[in-house]
């Protein structure tokens, strides 16, 4: 099956050139293959099936929920599903109590009559921006599969999912860039909202100080479906006229090391923006350098995976993949004082980086700064780990420590390794910022 997106797939159910049951079964046909395992960590086969089946029946009688109605569509494996423990990528919670109810947002999904095939595969805990899991293997990267790199992460699972046609939408999170970086990785589209637009009842977390629930599609109008369905109100965005667009790239922090396919991609990009009438400014913006000194001790994600983790560590230390752990004990030496200075620091950084982008639409950058690297070679060096995934996160963890809303567009040409073109707007500013990513998408669909 060709790659058919979110929006198409949902448009051929209303005009019935297709069924909700022979779409669930292209996407458990995907599933049955070598990347399956390493994608989904559970599979719902028998009660995909019967809500697919209900979703034709819904349309038969012309009863359609909406437009995710009969969507198959993954969840991570952070959230709540009623009956079964959330175990985070892991396996230090396989024997935890069952959930007792699910989690809002797949609540929200089920409501909308979406076809629910499965949690899907992680980091652990969600504490890397690679993907890597040695508990449940690591799916490969569609792009150079041969070559098996990493997916990005730490909704590793949820990209490739949606990338092998195992699923037409998925549910991630993002506290550092979990959804925006396998996105950009794998050549799709991310959108991380503003956090308090979804709900997180049900949802396991990492750090509640950053965590964001978000989607991934294959285009901006797909993951807008899917946030309208999860979010506690959906947005209402227009397409804008990109020659009253003025955008500013930074010029601290966030160029630094790039690939060179990633800084090919991204000059392309902003030719192509100034080409459609946009101003592109380049702007100072300093203050990005002080969060490394801000966060020197691990942050608010050391402290608060700490809080949440440290009697678990203490009965089953033995089970943690080790790189997750050592991370986790970080936040061991935070203290109570650590977190009311970090609450002010970050607070006026927000302050007077929101200045700064006063009289701009959104910021401009790249996702990542690299593309994806084999697995091989991150299994086989510890340095080599930290310090690429120190430079996955660095760029979308400043629009979390900003909480603010971003999207990530494929930005490569057809052929090269894809890159992430990250957009980005202050705290509730996602209407007007998905509109202008609708608008350089589709300049980037002309070049």
């Not at 730490?154 to 549910?171: T, Y």
């Not at 009253?244 to 396919?261: I, K, Y």
């Not at 800084?263 to 300093?286: H, K, N, Y």
């Not at 070679?377 to 909480?403: K, T």
Request: aromatic residues 6%.
């Amino acid at each position: 099956m060709k790659t058919v997106t979110l929006q198409q797939a949902s448009e051929q159910l209303v005009q019935g050139e297709l069924r909700a049951t022979e779409l669930l079964e292209h996407a458990l046909s995907a599933i049955a293959t070598d990347e399956g395992p390493r994608t989904f960590t559970r599979v719902y086969h028998s009660t995909a099936r019967q809500q697919a089946q209900a979703a034709d029946a819904r349309f038969a009688a012309q009863q359609q929920l909406g437009a995710l109605d009969g969507i198959p569509v993954s969840v991570k494996d952070l959230f709540d599903v009623a009956g079964e423990a959330t175990t985070g990528g892991s396996v230090v919670l396989t024997d935890a109590p069952a959930a007792t109810a699910n989690a809002t947002i797949v609540d929200r999904l089920l409501q909308a009559g979406a076809v629910v095939v499965g949690k899907t595969n992680m980091t652990e805990f969600a504490y890397s921006g690679l993907g890597i899991n040695p508990h449940y293997g690591t799916p490969a990267n569609p792009w150079d599969r041969a070559s098996r790199r990493i997916p990005g992460g730490s909704s590793s699972g949820a990209a490739v999912a949606l990338s092998d046609g195992m699923c037409f939408g998925s549910i991630g999170t993002d506290t550092g860039g979990s959804v925006r970086i396998p996105a950009a990785l794998c050549g799709l589209t991310g959108f991380k909202p503003t956090a308090r637009r979804i709900h997180a009842g049900g949802l396991q977390p990492l750090s509640p100080a950053l965590d964001s629930i978000g989607v991934l599609a294959h285009d901006v109008t797909s993951c807008l479906m899917l946030d309208a369905v999860i979010a506690d109100q959906p947005l209402q965005p227009q397409a804008q006229d990109l020659r009253e667009a003025r955008f500013a790239v930074p010029q601290t922090l966030v160029l630094d090391g790039l690939d060179q396919p990633v800084a090919s991609a991204f000059e392309r990009t902003i030719a192509c923006l100034r080409a459609q009438g946009a101003t592109v400014d380049m702007l100072p913006l300093s203050e990005l350098a002080e969060l490394a000194t801000i966060n020197a001790r691990g942050g608010f994600t050391a402290l608060e995976s700490w809080q949440w983790h440290q009697s678990r560590i203490a009965r089953k230390a033995a089970g943690y993949d080790p790189r997750v752990l050592s991370r986790i004990r970080r936040g061991a030496e935070l203290t109570d004082s650590d977190r009311q200075l970090l609450e002010q620091q970050r607070a006026d950084w927000q302050q007077r980086v929101s200045a700064q982008l006063s009289g701009y639409h959104a910021l401009l950058m790249p996702t990542t700064p690299l593309i994806a690297p084999t697995i091989a070679e991150l299994d086989a060096d510890e340095e080599h780990y930290f310090r690429v995934n120190g430079a996955m996160l660095r760029n979308p963890s400043v629009i979390n420590f900003l909480d603010g809303c971003a999207f990530s567009l494929p930005c490569h040409s057809a052929g090269e390794a894809p890159v992430g073109l990250m957009i980005s707007a202050l705290a509730m500013q996602d209407s007007a910022l998905a509109g202008w990513a609708l608008s350089i998408e589709q300049a980037l669909h002309r070049v």
